[in-house]
T-cell receptor
Framework: KNEVEQSPQNLTAQEGEFITINCSYS?????LHWLQQHPGGGIVSLFM???GKKKHGRLIATINIQEKHSSLHITASHPRDSAVYIC???????????FGKGTHLIIQP | DTAVSQTPKYLVTQMGNDKSIKCEQN?????MYWYKQDSKKFLKIMFS???????INETVPNRFSPKSPDKAHLNLHINSLELGDSAVYFC????????????FGEGSWLTVV
């Protein structure tokens, strides 16, 4: 079993819908990252969280350390949000990130 | 002005060859990484390099070797390429190893034939 699990694996929604992607992890962490990978392949860091909630534009990320769970929300989704969203954690004392398998999001016009 | 740049973006080569992928970051970061994304799009850490200290993921074959001529560069050398090395390789950097944002390069698509 992966140390970082994401759900759903695939998600197709209509433009304008509120999107939630979930991430659960089974290890202690020092930080959790949400990343976005577009079809062209480049990876962009969206958020880094160690507690609470962060917001950037239409994106909101939350983390519950006690429950070892994080969510990424997209409000008023748009076709340009179509991408793979990857949850990754940094374990204390570890180098690099441990990744989930990603959620493939498609927003249809 | 790209923060983390990798070259080449695409590389097709034959089994048994030796190849290198270059990475440069202009963010002034002290830590650089190489990640591998396999055919199932799963990302995994290969190396991290901070202050001349190299940490290697134990699953990485010793045919792979990172080389850092200076703090802004971490190049990836691969000897005796195998079919299974075909993947996308991402360079990344951050300030420190623990709680800072990681910046990724655009990826280098390696195909071994």
């Amino acid at each position: 079993k992966n140390e970082v699990e994401q759900s759903p694996q695939n998600l197709t929604a209509q433009e304008g819908e509120f999107i939630t992607i979930n991430c659960s992890y089974s290890v202690g962490i020092s930080a959790l990252h949400w990343l976005q990978q577009h079809p062209g392949g480049g990876i962009v860091s969206l958020f880094m969280l160690s507690s609470g909630k962060k917001k950037h534009g239409r994106l909101i990320a939350t983390i519950n350390i006690q429950e070892k769970h994080s969510s990424l929300h997209i409000t008023a989704s748009h076709p340009r949000d179509s991408a793979v969203y990857i949850c990754a954690v940094r374990k204390p004392g570890a180098d690099g990130l441990t990744f989930g398998k990603g959620t493939h999001l498609i927003i249809q016009p | 002005d790209t923060a983390v740049s990798q070259t080449p973006k695409y590389l097709v080569t034959q089994m048994g060859n030796d190849k290198s992928i270059k990475c440069e970051q202009n963010l002034g970061h002290d830590t650089m990484y190489w990640y591998k994304q396999d055919s199932k799009k799963f990302l995994k850490i290969m190396f991290s390099y901070n202050n001349k200290e190299l940490i290697i993921n134990e699953t990485v074959p010793n045919r792979f070797s990172p080389k850092s001529p200076d703090k802004a560069h971490l190049n990836l050398h691969i000897n005796s390429l195998e079919l299974g090395d075909s993947a996308v390789y991402f360079c990344a950097s951050s300030q420190g190893r623990t709680r800072n944002t990681i910046y990724f390069g655009e990826g280098s698509w390696l195909t071994v034939v």
